[in-house]
């Protein structure tokens, strides 16, 4: 296969590129050398497109926050809502987990990433909750999907779960169990990301009411 013509190259083309560089090679590998021999050009023309390593995160920002569905959170069931936005949420970045440590402490600026965080708190809103409250929720919504996507509890426990007795007999008895419940390795991943978020939903929930009880007392 010939290499792209020079005409070819664009922000769009550059961010897919870099996508696929950090999904192979991991966030230490997406230079712009790297990118460059990745879209066949040489690393100086890269800079007529985007000015140096930060735009390129950004673009790349915006080019993972395209594929989350805010569809969602125009839900009128709001709890529904949020839970499916957060589903996929998280599998967005389950599917790209090397981006997390690019992107996590990152400046948001990309516009995905304003549009996505302005319908999360409108939904929020709704959700009664009041805008103090409800942008503490999105951070906290934050750390659930994204720390969900970057750890897999599971993977940590290798042995099976006989090889931690006698001396970890609780640890043995509830992988023991989890395992028996299916869905393989990620199983437990899935299990514990949905239990935490109903356990967060419910939460937000009860504190939406105890603010409009509040508020109504007053």
């Known amino acids: 296969m010939g290499r792209p013509s020079r005409a070819l190259l664009s ?8 996508l696929e560089v950090v999904d ?27 000015a140096g390593k930060d735009e390129l995160l950004d673009v790349l920002a915006e080019l993972v926050n395209q ?5 969602p ?14 589903r996929g949420y998280r599998a967005v970045f389950l599917r790209h987990p090397n981006t997390i440590a690019l992107l996590a402490r990152r400046r948001v600026e990309a516009e995905g990433q ?4 302005d319908a999360l708190l409108a939904a929020l809103g709704r959700a009664g ?22 750890e897999t509890f599971t993977a940590g426990f290798t042995r099976p779960p006989d090889g931690y007795r006698p001396h970890y007999p609780a640890l043995a008895d ?14 437990l991943d899935d299990r514990g990301f949905e239990l935490a978020l ?9 504190r939406a009411t105890g603010s409009g009880a509040a508020g109504s007392a007053q």
């Open 11 to 18: 922000r769009g083309a550059i961010a897919r590129a870099a």
């Open 24 to 50: 192979e090679a991991g966030p230490d590998g997406l230079t712009m050398r790297a990118l460059a021999e990745r879209l066949g050009v040489k690393a100086a023309s890269l800079y007529n497109h985007v």
């Open 67 to 71: 594929e989350i569905d805010l569809g």
């Open 73 to 86: 959170l125009e839900d009128a069931d709001v709890p529904a809502g949020l839970a499916a936005y957060a």
């Open 114 to 117: 304003l549009r996505g965080y």
């Open 129 to 150: 909750l009041a805008p103090a409250d409800a942008v503490e929720a999105a951070a906290a919504l934050d750390y659930l999907v994204l720390g969900s996507a970057l």
């Open 174 to 187: 509830s992988l023991e169990a989890a395992a028996a419940r299916g869905g393989g390795p990620s199983g």
């Open 198 to 206: 109903r356990l967060l939903l419910d939460g937000l929930q009860a």
